[in-house]
Structures are given as structure tokens and as C-alpha cells.
Nanobody, 116 residues
Framework: QVQLVESGGGLVQAGGSLRLSCVASGGVFSRDTMAWYRQGPGKQRDLVAAITSDATTNYADSVKGRFTISRDNGKSTVYLQMNSLKPEDTAVYYC??????????WGPGTQVTVSS
């Protein structure tokens, strides 16, 4: 059974940093694409960053140069380092796992709040 558990969210002032972690269980983590999505108040859930099994990354334009996604296959964990945070980064951040067969799994989410 695949499970995802996020951690690392919280309240931070604008310009600050946070690192989110997502620990995965079940399946073969190293083969799957991992991603972070976010959903702000009254907004749709959007892709923030993704990392494939061969460590290819892609980012939303709004976070390029500020956020970094990485993975540790030995720990079945994906990270999102968030620097230079802005109030508009406030959202619930969700970990996403996509298998080779297109099956997706979601974590419960972690709240990130950036105060101005």
C-alpha cells in the first residue's frame, strides 16, 4: 500500500525559507516521478516542481530560482527547499507520486503560510 506523508510546513516571514519533506512507503520509489503541488485559498491545485526517476526536474515559472526539488531514493523521500518565500506562496502543499503506469498517489498536505 502506497502512502505519502509530508512534513516541514509552517509559518514564515516573507524572505524566509522552509524545507518540505515527503516520505513514501510501498512500491518502488526510485522508479516513480515525484512532485509537489500547491493549492492556495480559492485556487486550483497547481504543479510546483517535479523530479523524475532519473532526477530530471521541472518547475513552475513562479518558483524558478527560488525552490529546489530533490530526492533521496535510499530514504524514499522527496524534498522541496523553498527560499525567498513570498506571501503568494501561501498554500497547502501536496506531495504527489506517479508510477510508470500513470497511477497517482497524494499525501494529505502540509500548510505553508508566508506573512508579509
Amino acid at each position: 500500500q502506497v502512502q505519502l506523508v509530508e512534513s516541514g510546513g509552517g509559518l514564515v516571514q516573507a524572505g524566509g525559507s522552509l524545507r518540505l519533506s515527503c516520505v513514501a512507503s510501498g512500491g518502488v520509489f526510485s522508479r516513480d516521478t515525484m512532485a509537489w503541488y500547491r493549492q492556495g485559498p480559492g485556487k486550483q491545485r497547481d504543479l510546483v516542481a517535479a523530479i523524475t526517476s532519473d532526477a530530471t526536474t521541472n518547475y513552475a515559472d513562479s518558483v524558478k530560482g527560488r525552490f529546489t526539488i530533490s530526492r533521496d531514493n535510499g530514504k524514499s523521500t522527496v524534498y522541496l527547499q523553498m527560499n525567498s518565500l513570498k506571501p503568494e506562496d501561501t498554500a497547502v502543499y501536496y506531495c504527489n507520486r506517479k508510477t510508470r503506469w500513470g497511477i497517482e498517489y497524494w499525501g494529505p498536505g502540509t500548510q505553508v503560510t508566508v506573512s508579509s
